[in-house]
């Protein structure tokens, strides 16, 4: 069970998560933070991490092209291949727009 | 050589149209230049793969209109790169009919009018394959084979600041481009002032999308782009209502990219990893510390869709639980229908569940179905029309006919919004996202010039 006193959820902490396209063949993901503390909060939380994001996304960790913090703009960033280009017959999200939406639960520790 | 100022007014010029209020905000500016991009590989691979636009010729010729009326009276170089969506030959050509007939329409003074062509003959990509230069894959693709090729409709390729140059260098008034990288056309500009490249692929890079590098949210706004000669890079937002901030530009730069530190161009790659943001002003955010660094060989990156076939779209609902935690039987008996009548193979057909996993598919976490109804989208793709219309109309309806053991509801087991089949455009895929070695960054770009205005 999860202690609401000692945990937060990404959605309550970051300014924007977001995901689209990054070429046909990738799904870029970016958790941006209104400032360096709480940005600091979720790095040093250990929560957010390239296993992390693959274990949520049921995803092999190959699957992950970059995952990377990005100190000027206080973001958290990574990317994934599609298994088929954007607009492949039955690809529900071209834009790769949609797909952020499981990072938004997820429960980082408080310190 | 001093500062050079450009304005842009929208990124993906034509998908939706600028707004006017910061636009002619940033025209009293006086900038140096007026220049947007209008391309996008977001939009999917059926406007390459069939030679069409995603955006309304309407909003094409509205962003055109007030970006030459604007270039022209202020008498500065207009710049336009990736034309029409994809940046084929026809959409270069469309966009060059655009202009002479607003100039035509407003009586301009007559003015030159450069355009270049980025499309690719796949047979000129077969003749390199054959040769021993391979076409290499991007982001894990595999070098391409030559059936890829053969199931690719049309191929261009990203053209670096070169082509614009030496369009400038001639002396054209506004430049139409073919398929370009982004940040390319902003960079031609300011290197045709004479600033080094890794302060004006930055440029370039940071006015791409307009005001997507400003805050707060809200596209399709102007932004003043300023490169010094001390190689600062000075961005502005242009609507009253938005700022350039360390954080709203800093945030740019990783914005559709994998990655926030690089960014390759043809011939080079621009380096963001030290770059410097600091706030000059409310509006203003400085920039220093990118850096360009060439490489070796020059590699072209090209992209390249083909038509798979023709399209039907069919939807069902669905309301009754036991249905709803039963859909994959109810569409296995559907699917088993099309294959009884079609075979297994020579045609595509796909079924989205929206309300289970429609949005994500294989990324959905959620594995319980927790709506208490679905909406089943159903795709079909084949040669013909007739064939993908049949198929789809089964793949449909059959689910109305699927034989569940303890179902309820036996006078049909799915709604229908509509009782027919819809025709979309073909189906098509994405074949080429790969690079390709040439000689110098005009080999693959022939210029023209020609007179617009009267």
Known sequence: MTDNMHTKKLAEIAKTIRSKNAGVDKITFDIIFRDRDDYDLVRNSGALTRESVA????????????????????????????????????????????????????????? | MSSTR????????GFAPLMTKSFHIGVAEKPDYIAADSGSDDIGPVPLATDTCASPSQWQEHDLEEMLLAARKLDVPMIIGSAGDTGTNSRVDMFVEMIKSIAKKHGLSQFKLGYFYSEVDPELIRTKMQNGSPILGLDERPPLTE????????????????????????????????????????????????HGPSESYYLGKVLECASFCAEPYGGKETVLGEVNDNGEVLVTAMSPAQRCTIASVAGHAMYERSNPFHENVAGGLLDMSNCVYEQESEKTTRVTGANFIASEEMRVKLEGAGKLGERFVGMAGIRDPYSVAHVDQIIDWAKTQ?????????????????????????????????????CVVVQATAPTAEMAEEICITGTRQMFYARLPDVKGTAGSVSFLLDEVLQASPACEWTLNHTMAVTDGLELFPRHITNAGI
Do not use: W
């Open chain 1, 55 to 111: 274990v949520l996304y049921g995803i092999k960790d190959s699957r992950i092209s970059d995952f990377v913090e990005y100190d000027p703009a206080s973001a958290i960033k990574f990317t994934i291949y599609r298994n088929r280009p954007s607009g492949s017959m039955g690809d529900p999200d071209i834009f790769g727009a949609q797909q952020y939406a499981p990072l938004m639960d997820m429960d980082i520790p408080l310190p």
């Open chain 2, 338 to 374: 099309v294959k009884k009548r079609f075979g297994e193979e020579g045609y595509e057909l796909r079924y989205n569940v929206f309300g289970k996993n429609g949005v994500m598919g294989e990324l959905e976490p959620v594995k319980e179905t927790l709506s208490h109804e679905l």
């Open chain 2, 6 to 13: 450009i304005i842009c007014p929208n990124g993906h010029l």
């Open chain 2, 147 to 194: 059936s890829e090729l053969d199931a690719t409709d049309h191929i261009v390729a990203m053209a670096n600041a070169q082509p614009f140059m030496d369009l400038l260098d001639k002396g054209a008034d506004v430049i139409i481009g073919g398929r370009s990288s982004d940040s390319a056309l902003f960079a031609a500009a300011a290197m045709h002032n004479g």
